[in-house]
């Protein structure tokens, strides 16, 4: 029988060994915690419905890149608050959120009137504020350091709305905006850039809300301006659940001149409601709208078609304006993510972000820098007509960029 005898020595060096190495287990373990993402929508409200359309958006996209394995083994976190559409709650929401170091970003809230305070709770707070609708100007002179635009901004859409205009040879236009300041703002600057160049745009002083579900009262109003200006076309300033109601209450009425849409006219459920009553409206949109009417070279083409079929087999619903912006608001994360190298904070998220060059997304190609935090150009829109249901790409020979 052999007898083994420890000296002190060697006693030592066994269990520093052991004591070196049980820590490494437990920093692992805590290494892969999840890169949390706070999320302010308005999911009971008159935008409940394009809101839950960007969370289902979200989420899928989100369960896929865990599926694959997370960011570096960090899964992503969804942490979901509904604001309500109420301005104490989007307020509460976002300073729980801002103030849980856990929490590395917020996306929303969606609607543009509730942008200011919840912008101004992020460039206090230093977290990264994902905006969903596009912002009045104001709001984007600002130049907030903490706040990124995933829609279009307003002067894109404005300068694609007045081509739209050009080519279908309109003239003069009526303009029926929402009281609230993005819709207000693109009112102004289509007259503005339309009547430079010879357009004469017609900004009504009747206006409606996004709550408002009878809009006759304003339209009767607007039917003898109509008349007496000649108006080619009506450019409704507007989108979501108003939209429809627009053109329903206008054919109602015999009000039967060609109706006008921004991109948020770029929702699925939109022609639901609206039914027929919807043929032949047209306006600018993102490129989800129409997956497979794209040219077969465009580079957000094969993202935007995985997509659609992704929608497709979980939910039974095509992509649209709003899901399509739930698929960048993920990916854009994920890929500034990546960029942090395994050095993640709110501030390296936020640096990373600015950064991103040429991502394809499902609303085009972002590029972001510390002067533009917009993203987006007018060439990554195209001209959606709706017929017998559908969104149908319209192309015009001098206006496709």
């Known amino acids: 029988m052999i007898n083994f005898k420890l000296n002190n020595l060697t006693m030592v060096l066994i269990l520093s060994l052991f004591i070196i190495f049980l820590p490494v287990s437990s920093a692992v373990a805590v290494d892969k915690s999840p890169y949390k ?31 694959m394995g997370g960011i570096n083994g960090h899964p992503m976190e969804l942490v979901i608050k509904d604001n309500g559409f109420d301005i104490t709650r989007i307020s509460f929401n976002m300073l729980k959120f ?19 305070t919840a912008r101004a709770i992020a460039e206090r707070e230093g977290i990264t504020n994902i905006i969903v609708c596009p912002s009045n100007p104001g709001l984007r002179a600002l130049k907030q350091r903490w706040s990124f635009n995933i829609a279009q901004n307003d002067i894109v ?8 205009c050009l080519a279908r040879g309109y003239r003069k236009v009526l303009v029926f905006a929402g009281n609230w300041p993005l819709a207000q703002s ?24 996004p709550a408002d579900i009878d809009m006759t009262p304003q339209l009767i109003k607007l039917m003898p301006l109509i008349k007496t200006e000649g108006a080619d076309a009506l450019y409704a300033v507007t989108g979501g659940p108003p939209a429809p109601v627009i053109c329903r209450n206008m054919r109602n009425l015999g009000i039967n001149i060609p109706v006008i849409g ?16 919807m043929e032949g409206v047209e306006f600018p949109a993102g490129k989800p709208v129409v997956p497979f009417q794209l040219n077969e070279d465009d580079p957000v083409r094969p993202v935007i078609t995985a997509f659609q079929e992704r929608m497709m087999t ?14 960048d608001i993920i990916w854009l994360l994920y890929d500034a ?25 499902c609303t085009g190609v972002f590029n972001f820098s510390p002067a533009d935090h917009d993203g987006l150009g007018k060439n990554d829109m195209v001209f959606i007509r709706i017929e017998n249901h559908k969104f149908v790409r319209v192309r015009f020979a001098g206006f496709e960029e």
Not at 195 to 208: C, F, L, M, Q, R
Request: a positive charge; aromatic letters at 8%; glycine letters at 10%.
């Open 98 to 116: 801002a103030r849980d170091n856990k929490i590395l970003a917020v996306v929303g809230p969606f609607e543009d009137n509730f942008q200011p």
């Open 314 to 327: 979980r939910f039974g619903v095509g992509a649209d304006q709003i899901s399509g912006h739930g698929y």
């Open 262 to 277: 921004t991109h948020a006219f770029g929702f699925g459920f939109i022609i639901d409601l609206g039914g027929d009553a």
């Open 337 to 361: 993510f990546i960029r942090c190298r395994g050095n993640v904070t709110r501030l390296r998220l936020r640096d990373a972000l600015e950064k991103t060059k040429g991502f394809k997304g």
């Open 157 to 164: 859409v404005t300068r694609k709305v007045v081509d739209l």
């Open 37 to 67: 993402i706070g999320v302010n929508l308005e999911l009971t409200g008159p935008w409940a419905n394009p809101a839950r359309t960007l969370k289902m958006a979200m989420e899928m996209e989100v369960e896929r890149i865990n599926k």
């Open 186 to 209: 693109l009112a102004h600057d289509f007259r503005d850039i339309a009547e430079k160049t010879g357009i004469k745009a017609i900004v009504s002083n009747e206006t409606h809300s």
